[in-house]
């Protein structure tokens, strides 16, 4: 079979092949293009929202990183942390440390009364001495850490003691029994009795036997027993002459009050654990102040500046937008714990001070006073100093 031969396309049938040829093309690259241009504004979409969510996250981890922040220096105002430094107390510290390393260290019984007005850092202090002195390498020794503050009856505490020198039958204990217990001891042990002075709040005979049995102990031979006394009171161990009569003479510390610059760096060092500014120096200023011509009790300057973190974390949850304690929140909330200072002021004064002002009150508009002269200065309103 003879194959046909492809017939040869004229002038214009060509022309007409190679229009629809350049119409498919023209197709085909306008699909591509089309195509090719949805991907992309899919891709700049899946972009935009890659870069969005991103933009979340960063700012979600941001907000969270400034809470934990804040939340940080919430805890750090806690009255229960204990810093590393205790500002205004190191020679105090240096000077309860050497007394009772130089016991442990001679093995010899001693007693210690450390007093002073609240808030002046001697419960944190010594929980400070107990840590390093079981941390130290000195001859280790039994402690022993009560708050009297803790017992129901007073004399709980014979009890309390009988377990750390693990007596037996500590129901029936008394002072004679820890006394011979004493005599037979070998170790070191060391008793810290905090609020001491509650031993001692009527006074009584009972009371100070109570008192005078406890730092008696430390006078029995070869005891070795260290008793640490901490209250308020300056002259507790004035009221028991019996101490006197078995020459029983604790070592006497006092603290005084903080001063401002003082409860300064004691807010500053707490709030070095955030890595941004909370509370404006001015702010940490006038806290300090209010407190040091106050009471100086830290304490009450912890709380103010945990409440004034605490109200910053509050506005930060809401708004989401980091700001700092300023001059005026602090007062706010300085005069929220503290008073109005020269109401404060007439609150202090004593009885007959307080007689004297008001009489001074009903005589304010007579130009003088018998016996009295009066000066034009007035502090608080409507009050007089009297000369």
């Not at 009885?351 to 016996?371: T, Y």
Request: net charge negative.
């Amino acid at each position: 079979m003879i194959p046909s031969k492809k017939r040869k396309l004229n002038k214009k049938e060509e022309e007409e092949s190679e229009e629809e040829e350049r119409i498919i093309f023209e197709s085909e690259s306008e699909e591509e293009t089309k195509n090719k241009e949805e991907s992309d504004e899919e891709e700049e979409e899946e972009t935009i929202r890659f870069e969005s969510e991103s933009e979340e996250e960063k700012e979600e981890e941001e907000y969270l990183w400034r809470l934990s922040n804040i939340e940080r220096a919430i805890k750090s105002f806690s009255s229960h942390s204990i810093p590393e430094h205790l500002h205004g107390r190191e020679e105090k510290e240096s000077e309860i440390t050497n007394y009772i390393k130089e016991r442990i260290k001679t093995q010899t019984s001693g007693s210690m009364y450390i007093s002073g007005k609240p808030g002046t850092g001697k419960t944190a202090t010594i929980q400070k001495i107990r840590k390093d002195l079981s941390l130290s390498k000195v001859r280790k020794c039994k402690q022993f850490f009560l708050n009297c503050m803790e017992l129901k009856d007073k004399r709980q505490i014979y009890k309390e003691i009988g377990k750390t020198l693990e007596l037996e039958d500590v129901e029936r204990l008394d002072s004679d029994v820890i006394s011979s217990a004493l005599r037979k001891r070998n170790h070191m042990i060391i008793i810290f009795l905090d609020e001491i002075d509650q031993l001692m709040s009527t006074k009584s005979k009972s009371e100070q036997q109570i008192v005078f049995d406890i730092f008696g102990w430390t006078t029995i031979p070869n005891s070795h027993l260290v008793v640490v006394g901490i209250a308020n009171a300056l002259d507790m161990t004035e009221h028991i002459p019996l101490l006197d009569y078995i020459k029983c003479q604790p070592y006497l510390i006092h603290f005084q009050g903080y001063e401002a610059d003082q409860i300064s760096r004691i807010i500053k060092e707490r709030l070095d654990s955030s890595a941004f500014t909370l509370v404006e120096d001015n702010a940490i200023t006038l806290a300090s102040r209010c407190i040091a011509n106050n009471s100086s009790d830290v304490r009450v300057v912890l709380s103010i500046l945990r409440k004034a973190v605490e109200d910053l974390k509050t506005k930060f949850e809401e708004t989401r937008k980091i700001s700092t304690v300023g001059v005026m929140l602090m007062n706010q909330i300085c005069t929220q714990f503290l008073g109005d200072p020269q109401v404060n002021q007439i609150k202090s004064r004593t009885i007959h001070e307080k007689i004297l002002l008001a009489s001074l009150c009903q005589n304010q508009d007579r130009k003088e006073v018998v016996g009295s002269q009066v000066k034009k200065v007035r502090l608080p309103k409507n009050f007089y100093f009297v000369y």
